[in-house]
């Protein structure tokens, strides 16, 4: 019964720790990368393609 609860520690912890640290590792490369303009310039776009100015 004991191993049983040890794996629902790692799948209820461990996974979504490591799905976290790799998302904020990709997300810090893409700010060094300079993604940061491009999906700004995308976002202001589309917003004002959806508002029917541009």
């Known amino acids: 019964m004991k191993n049983k609860s040890n794996s629902n520690i790692v799948l209820r912890y461990l996974i979504p720790a490591l799905l976290l640290t790799c ?7 893409g700010i060094f990368d300079g993604e940061v303009n491009a999906v700004l310039s995308k976002a202001t776009a589309l917003c004002r393609e959806c508002v029917g100015i541009g």
């Open 23 to 29: 998302a904020v590792g990709f997300i810090i490369y």
